[in-house]
């Protein structure tokens, strides 16, 4: 049964600071993707990574996929009180998802 | 060019009624995909259909569950005799292919069920 492993679950940190969430998974996957969903929202598409070694960014956000590790990455850099959300990861073509990071930026 | 389209938005169910959650897929998107999401959860999945043919279900509860993708019209999920503990958030989503896809996916506002 695939599994998919998000750390942290709860992040709370203060705005210009950097971090990253990681997201492991268990069975192999080519395609990893990650999402935003404010509360009480759907979920919007933020990256879909295609291969081994694939990195996206998007403003403060930055995502990488190394399908050998079975890992994606999800970099904040300098972050703003805006990107406070839960960040999923999930995997595979039916979408198996991660438990979710709740992030909290803090002025 | 609307998304996804669910309704209702909020249903409220007593315990034994039936609830249906209908989902309109982006227009020219054929797969449709079922999740259900708990407070404080990630989303589950629960099935995925293509127009009349559920392609896979291993996501579904076995009894009072079930969906389908007609020829014509919106997806439907339906749950009988709802209980408690079926109280969530329900979200459908769509692309244009299906399997691994490279485009993501386009997910809707949700259903969310409470059961009383």
């Known amino acids: 049964e695939l599994k998919v492993e998000q750390n942290p679950l709860f992040l709370s940190m203060q705005e210009g600071k950097n971090y990253t969430i990681y997201c492991n998974y268990s069975?192999?996957?080519?395609?990893l993707y990650w999402y935003r969903q404010d509360p009480g929202k759907s979920l919007e598409s933020l990256f879909v990574?295609?291969?081994?070694?694939a990195v996206k960014q998007e403003g403060r956000l930055m995502a990488s996929l190394d399908t050998k590790a079975r890992l994606s990455t999800l970099h904040i850099t300098a972050a703003v009180h805006d990107l406070s959300a839960t960040y999923f990861c999930?995997?595979?073509?039916?979408?198996?998802f991660g438990k979710g990071t709740k992030l909290s930026v803090k002025p | 060019n609307a998304g996804v389209m669910q309704n209702p938005r909020h249903l409220v169910r007593r315990r034994g009624q039936e609830a249906r959650l209908r989902c309109s897929p982006v227009k020219g998107h054929s797969h449709v995909y079922w999740y259900r999401q708990l407070p404080e959860e990630g989303l589950k999945f629960m099935v995925y259909?293509?127009?009349?043919?559920?392609?896979?279900e291993s996501g579904m509860p076995k009894e009072r569950f079930s969906a389908e993708f007609p020829k014509e019209g919106p997806s439907i999920l339906r749950i009988q005799q709802v209980v408690r503990g079926d109280s969530a958030a329900y979200f459908c989503?769509?692309?244009?292919?299906?399997?691994?896809?490279?485009?993501?996916?386009?997910f809707g506002s949700g259903t969310r069920l409470t059961v009383v």
């Open positions: 259909l293509q127009k009349e043919n559920i392609i896979d």
């Open positions: 990574l295609l291969s081994n070694g």
């Open positions: 989503a769509s692309s244009p292919i299906g399997g691994l896809s490279d485009y993501g996916y386009t």
């Open positions: 999930a995997v595979d073509g039916d979408l198996i």
């Open positions: 069975t192999t996957s080519d395609r």
